[in-house]
């Protein structure tokens, strides 16, 4: 709070007359979900998702992501749209004007902010070690280990991922 205090209350040297909120993109967001467990020592609840960081469930890897473009992205304004962290890279990218200069499968999400119609992944694919999980639309593929069976999960009828639909899809 301070810093958007600060930044509503100060004068853009680069834009007179405008303040620096009025010229400033804020990002809030994570790379992966709360932490979980160490011992017996609970340090964060991530319910009704399933696990937590470093883990492919969607505890361990759906996190929000807040945003405040003033002028551009309305307060209050939310979207369930599937991205990932490597789409801020494209994202920022965009929004300095330069195009990215390493090859990355990410996807800006400019147009979503501004309300228009956004690029969307064929699926996103996640690998901690021998956990894997890949998500297309709402149907989210997950290898909890190198040992274990594939799980499947329909995320738009089961966010926490505890009815394994694998053996009813084969």
Same mark, same amino acid.
């Given at each position: 709070?301070?810093l958007?205090?600060?930044?509503?209350?100060?004068?853009?040297?680069?834009?007179?007359?405008?303040?620096?909120?009025e010229?400033?993109?804020?990002?809030?967001?994570?790379?992966?979900?709360?932490?979980?467990?160490?011992?017996?020592?609970?340090?964060?609840?991530?319910?009704?998702?399933?696990?937590?960081?470093?883990?492919?469930?969607?505890?361990?890897?759906r996190?929000?992501t807040?945003?405040?473009?003033?002028?551009v +992205?309305? !307060? *209050?304004?939310? #979207?369930?749209?599937? %991205?990932?962290?490597? /789409?801020?890279?494209?994202?920022?990218?965009?929004?300095?004007?330069?195009?990215?200069?390493?090859?990355?499968?990410?996807?800006?999400?400019?147009?979503?902010?501004?309300?228009?119609?956004?690029?969307?992944?064929?699926?996103?694919?996640?690998?901690?070690?021998?956990?894997?999980?890949v998500?297309?639309?709402?149907?989210?593929? +997950?290898? !909890? *280990?190198?040992? #274990?069976?594939?799980? %499947?999960y329909?995320? /738009?009828?089961?966010?926490?991922?505890?009815?394994?639909?694998?053996?009813?899809?084969?």
């Amino acid at each position: 709070g301070r810093l958007v205090d600060y930044l509503e209350k100060t004068e853009d040297p680069r834009s007179p007359g405008k303040k620096l909120i009025e010229t400033t993109y804020i990002f809030f967001t994570s790379d992966n979900g709360g932490a979980e467990i160490r011992g017996k020592e609970i340090l964060s609840d991530n319910a009704p998702l399933k696990f937590g960081k470093k883990h492919p469930e969607e505890g361990g890897i759906r996190v929000p992501t807040i945003v405040r473009w003033s002028g551009v +992205v309305a !307060p *209050g304004t939310s #979207s369930d749209e599937p %991205l990932a962290f490597w /789409d801020f890279l494209p994202t920022a990218c965009e929004l300095a004007g330069e195009e990215t200069s390493v090859p990355t499968d990410g996807l800006s999400f400019v147009p979503l902010l501004r309300g228009e119609a956004q690029s969307k992944h064929d699926y996103l694919f996640w690998k901690y070690n021998d956990k894997l999980a890949v998500r297309q639309g709402n149907w989210k593929a +997950v290898k !909890p *280990g190198k040992n #274990s069976a594939w799980e %499947l999960y329909d995320l /738009d009828q089961d966010i926490g991922e505890s009815k394994d639909q694998a053996e009813r899809k084969r």
